[in-house]
């Protein structure tokens, strides 16, 4: 059974890079993309980016220049860095693994999201 | 391009059917997937590519597509279903992710 579980600090203040890592446990490290997705509070989800298991990123255009998403593989690891962060970054953050088998883009196993505040 | 357009809201009937609707450019290319989100869960996956429902999801979910536009079914719904739903893709480029902004469905 495939698991993702999170960590990084809850608060920080305008300008701070947000920091956040996501283990997995189970199942194939090398064979997918791992994705970060965040949720303002009560909003919808957005795509931040995403990292296979050699480093390959994407990102979402409109955080692009904000935006790092890294991998350790000898951990089975990878970590979202978000740099100047504002009160608009404030959200859930959610660590999910893309399945692109078939041809089909999913998100088959998601961690347990953790509230990031933006505040002074 | 890389929009997903939803409904906000609909509401159906308890034991009704419901389509939920995603229109974008990127599904001519993608198949979509769609998420069930209740509150302060995690989303789950509950249809993806052309209809698949992974393990454990309940067989009255369905997935369709045509054209620019993807379609969640829910067929005889339950009170349990409830929630907001979303459907995701990649964007016309392949590179990029994108979600629509969400349905909500109430069950009367």
């Known amino acids: 059974q495939v698991q993702l579980q999170q960590w990084g600090s809850g608060l920080f203040k305008p300008s701070e890079t947000l920091s956040l890592t996501c283990a997995v446990y189970g199942g194939s490290f090398t064979n997918y993309y791992w994705s970060w997705i965040r949720q303002p509070p009560g909003k919808g989800l957005e795509w931040i980016g995403e990292?296979?298991?050699?480093?390959?990123?994407n990102y979402n255009p409109s955080l692009k220049s904000r935006v790092t998403v890294s991998v350790d593989t000898s951990k089975n690891q990878f970590s979202l860095k978000l740099s100047s962060v504002t009160a608009a970054d404030t959200a859930i953050y959610y660590c999910?693994?893309?399945?692109?088998?078939?041809?089909?883009?999913?998100?088959?196993?998601w961690g347990q999201g953790a509230l990031v505040t933006v505040s002074s | 391009s890389s929009e997903l357009t939803q409904d906000p809201a609909v509401s159906v009937a308890l034991g009704q059917t419901i389509r939920i609707t995603c229109q974008g450019d990127s599904l001519r290319r993608y198949y979509g997937s769609w998420y069930q989100q209740k509150p302060g869960q995690a989303p789950i996956v509950v249809i993806y590519?052309?209809?698949n429902r992974p393990s454990g999801i309940p067989d009255r979910f369905s997935g369709s597509s045509s054209g620019n536009t993807a379609s969640l079914t829910i067929t005889g719904a339950q009170a349990e279903d409830e929630a907001d739903y979303y459907c995701?893709?990649?964007?016309?480029?392949?590179?990029?992710?994108?979600f629509g902004a969400g349905t909500k469905v109430t069950v009367l």
């Open positions: 999910a693994r893309e399945n692109d088998s078939g041809g089909y883009y999913y998100f088959d196993y």
């Open positions: 995701h893709s990649r964007d016309s480029s392949g590179d990029h992710g994108v």
């Open positions: 590519g052309k209809n």
């Open positions: 990292v296979n298991h050699i480093g390959s990123t």
